[in-house]
């Protein structure tokens, strides 16, 4: 049964919202909760914004890290059809993906960069040249569509190096846990 | 601390172990970093310490097999793994209160690399170097390797690199802005090598032969520090000899023997860390 707003508008149940995409991060965010659940929260995979870098749309430091122009991309399409009415803010979303654990004081494993813009994909993301070449891709690559994202996402949490260094990491941790001492987990 | 790096090429392993240990005992290293060094070096550290009578080293530790940088440094300090990617690592030394960033880089060549390929790989370095420092709020990073370019390449000096300056007076304002974008700067102690009257000059040689550039000696392994460290450096250098190994050949690094590159030095104040 539909609301009755003030609007006339039903946003709960309008194809609009239907339609409306995941935000990236949210499915990362999954690959985070599951690995603290199979390691018993010996490992963490979080995913944090970047706010330290200050994107922006002439930012050289986002061009060289993922490599690509967003302007020419959906975006710049979309800007064309709303005209200046309805500007895009120049907002980019950066996040890190990276593996921590407390047994493993200060390190951080970085799984990769991910960027999007407020249309959301595509979405571009830059890695490790271990983890792209046991991928098959070149380090920065653009996911056009939230299916290829995913697809991509798992094919790196999967990758070979990605792999090793978790099963490495999660061998210390344990060793840690038992000994109690993380530098000789970490060195033996 | 001293602190020594050395390219040592993969093609003499057996003169190369003999060598270090020589080098490391003869100028007191503290912390010895390799790159392109094919033997273990847990074995390398088992052969110190049987030979060293005080110092007794223990490897830095690497969770990514495919570390690009062997580390051994003195068992007294503490080492936190920071970060590790496929062409450098840092890590966190500590003794007591004191705690110091090392940055440790491989980087690409110039042979197989263009410049583009080698800056954005140096820009990382720089980008992850900050990071920690403001992760871990310490301000003393020294960054250490064979960056694979030279402290005049734009990769090494430019904002869009290492950001890395000769004059240690210019890093009274710690930052530059271009283009609105703010950049920390560092300190490139590595030039104080091509004043040097004779050789070695600096780690690397290469005769360009018949080309209108041609400088002879190149700094592709340069040591550069943070602001906060500057007081604290004291000296680089250039090693080229041991009590039994000679470095060079005619004046040249001997490859044919040990290495391309030669051993580079420096040193912190002992009261630092």
Not at chain 1, 97 to 125: E, G
Request: net charge neutral; aromatic share 10%.
């Amino acid at each position: 049964m539909s609301k009755s707003t003030l609007w006339g508008l039903d946003f709960d149940n309008s194809p609009i919202n239907q339609q409306m995409q995941t935000p990236p991060e949210t499915f990362v965010k999954d690959y985070g909760v599951e690995l603290r659940t199979i390691t018993n929260l010996k490992l963490s995979a979080e995913v944090e914004p970047c706010f330290g870098l200050e994107f922006d749309k002439v930012n050289p430091e986002l061009q060289k890290l993922f490599g690509l122009n967003f302007e020419k991309s959906k975006t710049e399409k979309l800007q064309k059809e709303l005209g200046s009415v309805g500007k895009i803010p120049d907002i980019y979303h950066v996040y890190e993906f990276f593996v921590t654990s407390k047994y493993i004081p200060l390190y951080k494993y970085r799984i990769m960069f991910f960027m999007y813009t407020p249309m959301m994909y595509p979405v571009a993301i830059a890695l490790d040249e271990d983890i792209a070449q046991d991928i098959g891709k070149t380090p920065k690559f653009t996911c056009e569509t939230e299916h290829e994202f995913k697809e991509s996402l798992q094919q790196i949490v999967q990758s070979n190096s990605v792999k090793t260094v978790i099963n490495t990491m999660f061998g210390i941790a344990r060793k840690a846990e038992f000994e109690n001492d993380w530098a000789n987990a970490l060195e033996g | 601390m001293n602190i020594l790096f050395w390219n040592t090429n993969r093609k003499n392993p057996e003169n190369i172990t003999a060598c270090l240990c020589e080098l490391l005992l003869e100028n007191a290293v503290d912390l010895l970093i390799l790159a392109e060094y094919p033997n273990e070096t847990q074995a390398l550290c088992e052969t110190i310490n049987k030979i060293s009578l005080t110092a007794q080293y223990k490897i830095i530790p690497t969770i990514k097999k495919s570390a690009p940088i062997k580390a051994i440094i003195r068992a007294k300090y503490t080492i936190n793994p920071l970060q590790e990617e496929s062409r450098y690592q840092l890590v966190q030394i500590s003794q007591n209160a004191n705690r110091l960033i090392i940055a440790m880089i491989h980087g690409k060549d110039k042979h197989n690399n263009d410049d583009l390929t080698q800056l954005e790989i140096i820009s990382d370095f720089r980008r992850d170097i900050i990071e920690n420092e403001n992760r871990l709020k310490c301000k003393h990073s020294l960054a250490i390797g064979d960056f694979n370019v030279n402290p005049f390449d734009a990769a090494s000096f430019a904002t869009s690199g290492m950001h890395a300056l000769p004059f240690a007076s210019l890093l009274a304002r710690p930052t530059r802005t271009v283009n609105k974008k703010t950049h920390q700067k560092f300190y490139n102690p590595t030039w104080q090598l091509f004043a040097n009257k004779s050789p070695p000059h600096t780690s690397y040689y290469f005769d360009n032969s018949g080309q209108a550039q041609n400088l002879y000696w190149y700094a592709l392994d340069q040591v550069i520090v943070s602001k906060g460290l500057i007081n604290h450096f004291e000296d680089v250098k250039i090693i080229a000899k041991t009590k039994n190994h000679d470095l060079l050949a005619n004046g040249k690094p001997n490859k044919k023997i040990y290495s391309d590159h030669l051993p580079l030095f420096c040193r912190l104040k002992e009261d630092f860390i």
